[in-house]
């Protein structure tokens, strides 16, 4: 479904991600941990098309096709979606406000009718309570005083009703409370199926222990150094980050 | 020889229309309607139209607008406008006492009143009744444009309502150049009385017929007395070739509440004046403005409240989308005088500019003389935040679709100050169909 073959990338002339390989199918989780600074949200970004990052090597390939040629909304509209570490706010725009619009583009752009106002309506009740999000919440500027919690609840909500492919879900477990956590990685499950895949960008072994992801990666520096199965993130939590880089070097001694 | 000199003397030309207008008067020159008039002319003659040498005046330049050879009619001229023009330019669904003008002059025809109880409309020009004239004082304060509209304004509305009576039904005044058939200029004089406890709402809507250049120069003069409450709404939007003038002098009384709305969503030059006294404890004025240009076009807002006595309040918030080379202005004096203690008056003006030709000239000027008063400003320009930007189009809106529901949002926070639904359904209307996208 996503190859990402030696990709270079750099904001204001500075190179964050220094040559990442990674190749996810159909129907696989995939997660990335790393340090605070490593280039996670940047490779998010770049993912998801933001222009402020340029890339200056190597390629994504989305099904097939040159993703770094299409702009962010063709990309959200071939079904990319990035659930933001940081999700804006933006007063006077709710969630419903723009959703409607969201949702039309993405289906006239895969041939189909707009939908009309008693079917999304009904499409968002059942959305909402599959992340149990409250209508006032969606219903008010977007994010504008949202707890931490609400922000990325709203954001798996937003994922929910899009219906991508493929997700970028960017530390979504940082500020939610325990039973926020189950719930929305109870959300990503009930949305995991053999078409659709994830990128889960985590701190955290224990989102890993709901949404039990296929392969883990670690990226440091701005290369993925370690891969390995969901037990790779047990031994990270345990270990720490230095284990790797220790790994690392004693690798480029031998 | 000056390379910007008047292709046509304007000013001449007022002078001329005003002799044309007192040798109509057969002996009624000795009123004291006249005299002020003729002062004003004097006063005019003097002063001339304002130039940016002006401090009020700085980022406005109106010898464009004078140049052109406008017709300046010192008596009603026939016009084939018609009902059916008239109802194209009221907003959809509203319900309102309609008072049409062409060219300044009242058309009874045109109008419909649906004799509202304790309402009374009187037009100056047939018959102004005795205490309901321009008032005198207003010259000083002011400039030229606003001694030219004393002196040619020889109609008007002169409105009155009753203490304690609550209108059903909102007043429209319509302000039409008959531009059909060449450039012309019109001015044209308000006069609102809202009793004590009286509540009533005023819009004001500018248009034109025909691709000729219309000037018009309109002074409104509104008293609102104790507990009273005057919602009023300037609809301006009109084309490139339109030009206009307005100045509003409110007097506010105790307890009364004034609240002043425009939306000034297009015009080659709009210059909008609205002086605002707080005469007595407990009075409220609420001041919002949204202006939305693009081209070239021109909106001047100024803004003047005067706090001379204590516990009054007043809040301003001013809102602009500039593309293109569109130009904004706006400029709000607080004044607190040394009575005034436990003002609390807040002003903001926000504005976005879209594209690198576009300006805002923006400047707050606070004057305060009294120590225990709470008074804040602030003024801020910039672009669509381009996070917010990102967001939407990540969600698969296209830029075009972002930037709409980002505008929509920025101007919402004025259109919801709007008090009458008709004209905010309206409002959103232009605001969406400025763009193919539907909000
Ligand atoms: N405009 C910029 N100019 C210079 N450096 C930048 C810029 N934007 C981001 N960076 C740097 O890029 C690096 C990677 O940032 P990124 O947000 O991708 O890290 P991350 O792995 O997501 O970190 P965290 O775990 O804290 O979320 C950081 O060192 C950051 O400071
Ligand atoms: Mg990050």
Redesign the pocket.
């Known amino acids: 479904m996503l190859q990402i073959k030696n990709l270079h990338a750099s904001?204001?002339g500075?190179e964050?991600l220094k040559g990442v390989d990674l190749e996810i199918k159909a129907g696989e989780v995939h997660a990335i941990m790393?340090p605070?600074?490593?280039?996670?949200?940047?490779l998010a970004s770049v993912l998801a098309g933001r222009e402020d990052y340029d890339v200056t090597e190597g390629s994504i390939t989305f099904e097939g096709q040159d993703l770094l040629e299409l702009a962010a909304e063709e990309r959200a509209r071939e079904g990319i979606f990035l659930a933001f570490?940081y999700p804006v706010e933006i007063p006077g725009v709710s969630t419903v406000n723009f959703l409607k619009t969201a949702l039309n583009e993405i289906r006239k752009h895969r041939g189909q009718d707009s939908i009309d106002a008693i079917d999304f309506l009904q499409m968002m009740r059942q959305k909402m309570s599959l992340v149990e999000i409250d209508e006032k919440l969606i219903k008010r500027s977007l994010n504008e005083g949202f707890s931490g919690g609400e922000k990325k609840r709203n954001e798996i909500f937003q994922m929910a009703m899009l219906e991508p492919k493929f997700a970028v879900l960017d530390?979504t477990d940082s500020g939610l409370d325990i039973d926020a956590l189950r719930i929305v990685a109870g959300g990503v499950n009930k949305l995991r199926s053999l078409n659709n895949s994830f990128l889960v960008i985590t701190?955290y072994q224990r989102l890993l222990e709901y949404i039990v992801p296929d392969y883990v990666h670690v990226l440091s520096g701005g290369k993925i150094v370690k891969s390995g199965g969901k037990d790779l993130a047990l031994e990270l939590e345990e270990k720490g980050y230095d284990w790797v880089r220790t790994e690392l070097t004693a690798d480029a001694e031998a | 020889m000056s390379a910007s000199a008047p292709e046509t003397d304007l000013t001449a030309k007022v002078v001329a229309a005003f002799k044309q207008y007192e040798q109509t008067l057969n002996g009624a020159a000795e009123t004291p309607l006249h005299a002020i008039r003729r002062s004003a002319l004097d006063q005019f003659v003097q002063l001339g139209f304002p130039t940016p040498r002006n401090e009020e005046w700085k980022y406005t330049n109106v010898a464009p607008i004078t140049r052109r050879d406008y017709r300046l009619a010192a008596q009603p001229q026939a016009t084939d406008i018609n009902a059916e023009f008239v109802r194209s330019l009221v907003p959809a669904g509203l319900d309102a006492d309609l008072l049409v003008f062409v060219d300044g002059w009242y058309k009874a025809d045109l109008s419909s009143l649906s004799a509202q109880a304790g309402l009374e409309i009187h037009n100056l020009g047939a018959s102004a009744p005795h205490g309901a004239q321009p008032a005198q004082q207003l010259a000083a304060d002011t400039d030229g444009f606003v001694a030219l509209n004393t002196a040619l304004a020889l109609d008007g509305a002169i409105i009155t309502v009753r203490a304690g009576v609550e209108l059903a039904r909102p007043i429209l005044l319509l302000y039409i150049s008959d531009v059909q058939a060449g450039d012309a200029m019109s001015a044209l004089r308000c006069v609102v009385h809202l009793e004590a406890n009286a509540k009533a709402q005023f819009i004001e809507l500018n248009a034109a017929r025909g691709d000729g250049h219309s000037l018009q120069s309109r002074v409104a003069e509104m008293r609102v007395a104790q507990g009273a409450r005057l919602d009023h709404i300037m609809l301006q939007n009109q084309a490139a070739q339109n030009y206009q003038h307005n100045y509003t002098r409110v007097d506010q009384e105790r307890d009364s509440l004034y609240r002043n709305v425009v939306a000034a969503l297009g015009g080659g030059f709009v210059r909008n004046d609205l002086s605002i006294a707080l005469n007595g404890e407990g009075a409220h004025a609420d001041m919002f403005g949204l202006s939305m240009l693009n081209d070239r076009e021109f909106v001047d807002n100024h803004t003047l409240v005067d706090h001379r006595v204590p516990n009054c309040t007043s809040n301003e918030l001013y809102k602009g989308i500039y593309d293109d080379r569109s130009v904004g202005v706006f400029n709000g004096k607080i004044i607190v005088r040394p009575d005034a203690q436990k003002t609390n008056a807040f002003q903001s003006n926000r504005n976005v500019l879209l594209s690198d030709g576009a300006t805002i000239n923006t400047k707050p000027q606070l004057e305060i003389f009294a120590d225990d008063v709470k008074c804040s400003h602030g003024a801020t320009s910039g672009q669509f935040d381009a996070d917010a930007l990102f967001y939407l189009r990540s969600r698969g809106l296209s830029t075009e679709a972002a930037r709409t529901i980002l505008m929509h949002a920025f101007a919402v926070e004025v259109l919801d100050q709007v008090p009458v639904e008709a004209l905010r359904l309206h409002l959103e209307h232009q605001l969406s169909s400025s763009t193919s996208f539907d909000v």
Not at chain 1, 36 to 42: D, E, F, L, P
């Open positions: 904001v204001d500075n964050i790393g605070n600074g490593s280039g996670k949200s940047t570490q530390e701190h």
